[in-house]
């Protein structure tokens, strides 16, 4: 069991930065994949990036490509944390973010890849 509380999104000028953190509690953090969703009102819930679990020497982690090269996700297992970086953000963006914990592979980009969920956290872009 995991219990995921996601915190760090607000109201940002387009152009702007966010940092998003998604705090885990329960064990075996480091054996999750991670993933970031958002849902826009109205719309489904769609990937933004995801990093895997720990292992080897580097993380591998993707991205929609809405966000390539403007979000980066990262993880601190000595923490149990999971953060998205996004800069250049845009109007587009605005919506609620969803942290989400993978036991499987998440392969899929589909959020029913994913086990565990946080609340959301709000992030508003203004033009």
């Known amino acids: 069991q995991v219990q995921l509380v996601e915190s760090g999104g607000g109201l940002v000028q387009a152009g702007g930065s966010l940092r998003l953190s998604c705090a885990a509690s329960?064990?075996?953090?480091?054996?999750?994949?991670m993933g970031w969703f958002r849902q826009a009102p109205g719309k489904e819930r769609d990937f933004v990036a995801r990093i895997s679990r720990r292992g080897g020497i580097a993380y591998y982690a993707d991205y929609a490509d809405s966000v390539k090269g403007r979000f980066t996700i990262s993880r601190d297992n000595a923490k149990n944390t999971v953060y998205l970086q996004m800069n250049s953000l845009k109007p587009e963006d605005t919506a609620v973010y969803y942290c989400a914990a993978a036991a499987g592979p998440a392969l899929s980009e589909s959020p029913g890849s994913y086990d565990y969920w946080g609340q959301g956290t709000q992030v508003t872009v203004s033009s």
């Open positions: 329960g064990r075996s953090f480091g054996s999750y994949v």
